[in-house]
């Protein structure tokens, strides 16, 4: 296209390249979660760490029990009681067997387990003799076997994996107390505008509630960040680079200007920043202004618009990305899936569009994306409503119900 628009794939390339990784901290598993992994975690002892039984029963020779049935029952003996946690390892012989309990150590000898409801008496008459009446499957019949999930130094979890709890535990179970994880971004949030003022307080003409910043800060929180600033500024003076020398004091990695960043006279960022950041046109909707720089100290500078919707859109495209990159994740965009529009909205000519949607699982075989909002920048209570965003192509000029569209889903 021949306009002046920037392309959003080269604005996000000039965003990442700027991102330099942050620095690796040691911590306990249990302090872990929410942080990245920066270094691969490899499996300290086996999964599982000894052949263990996967139900109650008993530990048999298959050989014994292999033609077992109601018709002919198999009387064997009980030599041992085996609890979850023992270290006795009893030498089963032929017409004998152990009564165990799921997770026990498999007696070395056993050859199959037994569950209690294919015997007679089950566990009400299970420490004396047992008569099997059901045969296992076959030899090694709920036996969970040492290493078959991992063995000892295998690699259980990759480097730039987000801990979450499937991830922590797993890392628990090979045994690995301590990981190497990303410190988490510092970062200060800063809304713009002399309207703006603390929700909940009275207003009077002209003004309106400041939530770009508690907006901001949460999505900042959910990409792993850590808010140490949250403030708001006015539209006129030298606020930005107070904020800045306030902020390179503090060590802060990036700051988030919402505000400020268009063509209007009273821009406060564009007009204080204008050496440290450039400003663009981008070629999306909303979010077409876009300034984008950093400090001499190399704190990263993003400057989006002020309206919800647009900052909002923004963070996503540009802020969240390099927030992950910053911390080593290995993915860094939210999952696309591909569902059907359940109504008709209009596109902006020219650019490409991301329109806050909700999905209806009414049919869990066939999702559709509802419009969240009418498409307006400004629409803060329709936001709240949104799941997702629709992604529709520049070159896109109308969404018909029906369409198939792709969802950028934000959870």
Sequence with gaps: MSDDLREIADHLADVLSAVTALPTEVLALEEAAGRTLTEPVFAAVDIPVFDNSAMDGFAVLFDDV????PGTPVALRVIADLPAGTDLNPPVVSGEAARIMTGAPVPSAATAVVPFEDTVGGLADSLDTVTVVRAPRGSGAHIRRRGDDAVRGAEVIAA???LGGLQVGAIAAAGVAQVAVARRPRVAVVSTGSELVRAGAPLRRGQIPESNSILLATLVTD???D????????DIGDGPLRLIEEAEAASVDVIVFTGGVSAGAYEVVKNALGEMMTFSKVRMQPGKPQGFGATPGGTLLFGLPGNPVSAAVSFEVFVRPALLALQGRSLLARPIITVAAGAGWRT???RAQFLPVTIDRSDPAAWVAVPATTGGSHLAGG????????LVDADVTSVNAGDLVDVMLLS
Excluded at 383 to 390: F, I, K, N, V
């Design 348 to 350: 902006p000519p020219g």
């Design 66 to 69: 292999k033609d077992a049935s």
């Design 160 to 162: 730039g994996t987000p």
């Design 383 to 390: 936001l709240g409503r949104a799941e997702a965003y629709a």
């Design 223 to 225: 990409a792993g960040g």
């Design 227 to 234: 808010v140490v600033q949250q403030t708001t500024i006015d």
